[in-house]
């Protein structure tokens, strides 16, 4: 059980253009969602978090009109990062948490030029 | 707040033990133990949930002591794939559904 998938796992995208990440709980009701990102050589930092239905609650100094988080359902949440720029590249993932608590997507390297 | 790990980075010869601490200033109720090898998500390894709870899984093992606010991850007889970056979280609130913060990593290198 716990089986999640996002995608894509690597993306690159130009200067100014918007980048869609989901991730999916294959086999369990994920009532929370975590996104955190990960710049190289450096510890995962929690961006926001998200319930089923509600309003994602964003950590300090993440700005909720630049990632954009839809949580629609149990089982998918996706993460628009709008209008992307270089300071953006990073290794973003979810972590879904349901009944077996929490499990991590493989991430998504996010390469801006 | 972000717990503390030490040490920073580690390089051991296969066969040789590790300790990695995690510390944090406030009260902890569980503790979450991953590695991430590069270019990958972490891995979990295991999860402590009570002070004082001890457990392991082959040659790793972790402790919590959550008086002194800090859990400890031992790796015994390393082997060449335990190299990668360790990683503490731990829980804002008791349940296993809360927000994890992670520390800020311990490399270990295992050599041949």
């Known amino acids: 059980g716990a089986v999640v998938s996002q995608h894509p796992s690597w993306v690159i995208c130009k200067s100014g253009t918007s980048v869609k990440i989901e991730c999916r709980s294959l086999d369990f009701q994920a009532t929370t969602m975590f996104w955190y990102r990960q710049f190289p050589k450096q510890s995962l930092m929690l961006m926001a978090t998200?319930?089923?239905?509600?309003?994602?609650?964003?950590e300090q100094g993440v700005e909720k009109d630049k990632f954009l988080i839809n949580h629609a359902s149990l089982t998918l949440s996706t993460l628009t990062v709008t209008s992307a720029h270089p300071e953006d590249s990073s290794f973003y993932i979810c972590i879904p948490v349901g009944a077996y608590g929490y499990t991590f997507g493989s991430g998504t390297r996010l390469t801006v030029v | 707040q972000q717990p503390v790990q030490s040490p920073q980075a580690v390089i051991l010869r296969e066969g040789e033990d590790a300790v990695i601490n995690c510390s944090s200033s406030k009260a902890l109720y569980s503790v979450h133990w991953y590695r991430q090898k590069h270019g990958e998500a972490p891995i979990f390894l295991m999860i402590l949930l009570k002070g004082g709870e001890q457990k392991g899984h082959d040659k790793i093992s972790a402790s919590f002591n959550e008086k002194k606010q800090q859990s400890s991850l031992y790796l015994t007889a390393s082997q060449l794939s335990y190299s990668g970056t360790y990683f503490c979280g731990t829980e804002k609130g008791s349940g296993n559904t809360g927000k994890l913060i992670f520390g800020q990593g311990t490399t270990l290198q295992v050599k041949p």
């Open positions: 998200s319930n089923e239905g509600s309003k994602a609650t964003y």
